[in-house]
């Protein structure tokens, strides 16, 4: 083993979640069908409102565009805690009591939700109850962690400071605790969804992208190989909403990822699920691999998605700290997912717009989702019952106008980096298995050489607002640092809002 044991990171990418894949498909939508609902994505979000609509005797459509349970669901942490980071303290000072409650209550409730469908389903998940804890390791980090313990008192949180010792390894200064959350296995829960989608008539298809909505009084999902949804509601399930023409989410939102180890470590197993408060906010929860070998998922080393960051980088780190901390005998998944922020760091979950009430979205779940694409689903579900007015998770409430423009000049700063930042390489200087941004006849071109030498090459510029797209050398993928748009190696759509792929550039019939 070298000093840095990086022989240990595996060489597929892969999430723990996805050994127990949903293994049954779905066919492709290919002509016109109608519902009450169509529902568009199929993550925890589409599947947990498909099925409290067809509970209430709705017809439903759900539309995924590839598989099943295999977006940010598929690759998440799977925590179920209404512990959402340091965040009550911030909200109390920014949304007063009423707000900050409505936010706890809407969580809460969606976690007992869960863990009554859990306990009276006996849904095999993995299910177990586990305090959930926020820590520091420096001085500075100990008010703010004192802050919010006082918060969780002020809004009847359960918990507060924790008195008791933490494991060792994770050199706490500080800590504070939710009793009694969970962990669980988010894509067995979902499967459990499924069938009962099933079970209860929702109409399921598969590798069906929608494209556009025709807003009016019957909505019309139009999918890219021409067929058509329509429905009296139209919920945008989709993580970031595919339809922006109307709402600007992309200027509202950004986009964050992170990445996962499961490890195998002869290290006790410790009683919790902990998250440190200062970058790069380690986390850490039990889980086992199929066969019953217990594991730890450790994760952090979150960043804004597309930033020209080596993306081998983080997963390097995540081994080294945990090596140090506790030990690593083995790794034996790795992955990396990305999840939306909004401006005022609330959800986005209602009508897209003011004008257009009959379809809804939800999304910016700020890497919290398990609780609040529940509590998403139950709002959305709500509205189409007409029993919501209105909540404040309304996409059309007013989002900080000075994030706005941070954000935006963000945007803009990469526009223009993006395009005349100096380029140095050629495609003679990727070498197999490298890919980057090279100069090529005066142009920007994105290169990816296979291990085998064959060579892809596309158009960087991202087709959602025309930023300079990013190489992630670890997913072998081009990701665009205003959005979070994901492209492959051909530049085929991985990860909206771009709808449209990369162009892709014959290199080899124009070198000169
Ligand atoms: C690394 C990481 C760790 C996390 N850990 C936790 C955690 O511990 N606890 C927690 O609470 N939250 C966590 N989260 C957040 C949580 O995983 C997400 O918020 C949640 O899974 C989002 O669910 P979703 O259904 O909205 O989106 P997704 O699961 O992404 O589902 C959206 C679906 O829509 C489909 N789709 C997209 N575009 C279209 C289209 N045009 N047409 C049709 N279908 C389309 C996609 O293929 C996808 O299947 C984490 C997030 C990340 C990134």
């Known amino acids: 083993m070298t000093n840095d044991g990086k022989e240990l990171l595996p060489q597929n990418i892969q999430s723990l979640w996805q050994e127990h894949a949903v293994e049954k498909s779905f066919p492709v939508l290919e002509d016109r069908v109608s519902a009450d609902v169509v529902v568009v994505g199929g993550g925890l979000t589409g599947l947990t409102t498909a099925y409290l609509l067809a509970k209430e005797g709705k017809e439903v459509v759900l539309l995924e565009a590839g598989n099943l349970m295999t977006g940010t669901s598929g690759h998440t942490t799977a925590k179920v805690s209404v512990q959402h980071d340091v965040i009550y303290d911030e909200f109390l000072q920014r949304f007063g009591l009423e707000k900050t409650k409505a936010y706890y209550k809407a969580n809460d409730e969606a976690f007992r939700w869960m863990k009554g469908m859990v306990e009276q389903h006996q849904i095999d998940c993995d299910w177990e109850e586990q305090p959930s804890y ?3 390791t420096q001085d500075l980090s100990v008010d703010k962690l004192e802050r919010e313990a006082r918060a969780y008192e002020q809004l009847h949180i359960p918990g507060g400071v924790y008195e008791g010792q933490l494991p060792e390894y994770l050199n706490a200064q500080k800590a504070i605790v939710v009793p009694s959350q969970a962990q669980f296995h988010p894509v067995r829960y979902a499967r459990f969804l499924l069938s009962e989608c099933e079970r209860l008539g929702v109409r399921l298809f ?24 329509q429905g009296d509601h139209v919920l ?12 600007f989410y992309f200027a ?3 986009v964050s990822r992170s990445y996962v180890l499961a490890v195998e470590s002869d290290v006790d197993k410790p009683d919790g699920m902990f998250l440190e408060i200062d970058p790069p906010q380690h986390s850490l929860r039990t889980a086992k691999a ?12 979150g960043h804004k998605t597309g ?5 081998h980088k983080p997963y390097e780190h995540l081994l080294s700290y945990a090596s140090r901390a506790f030990g690593v005998k083995s790794v034996h998944y790795r992955w990396s997912a990305q999840d939306l922020v909004t401006n005022d760091k609330l959800p986005f979950i209602g009508p897209m717009t003011e004008q257009h009430r009959n379809v809804l979205v939800a999304t910016g779940f700020r890497k919290w989702g398990m609780t609040t694409s529940a509590a998403a689903a139950h709002i959305l579900a709500r509205y189409v019952e007409g029993k919501e007015e209105e909540s404040m998770f309304s996409p059309a409430r007013f989002g900080s106008m000075k994030q706005l423009i941070r954000d935006n000049m963000d945007v803009a700063k990469h526009l223009v980096r993006g395009k005349f930042g100096l380029l140095q390489k050629h495609v003679d200087d990727i070498k197999p298995g490298e890919g980057d941004v090279v100069l090529h006849q005066g142009e920007r071109v ?5 291990p085998e030498g064959k060579v892809h090459a596309v158009d960087t510029t991202c087709t959602h607002v025309g930023c300079e797209v990013n190489w992630n050398a670890s997913d072998l993928a081009w990701e665009c640092p205003c959005h979070g748009s994901r492209f492959d190696i051909d530049g085929l759509v991985l990860n909206g809002p771009a709808e449209k792929p990369l162009r892709v550039i014959d290199v080899d019939e124009r070198i000169e």
């Open 446 to 450: 994105g290169i990816y050489r296979e």
């Open 252 to 254: 509202r939102m950004h």
């Open 134 to 136: 926020l820590y520091t």
């Open 290 to 301: 199929e066969d019953g070998t217990p594991l730890l998922l450790v994760g952090g080393e």
């Open 307 to 311: 930033q020209g960051i080596n993306t």
């Open 236 to 247: 945008i399930c989709t993580h970031f909403p595919f339809v922006d023409t109307h709402g």
């Open 206 to 229: 598969e590798h069906s992208p929608a494209i556009k909505v025709n807003f009016g009084t019957l909505p019309v999902v139009h999918c890219r190989n021409g067929a058509e949804a």
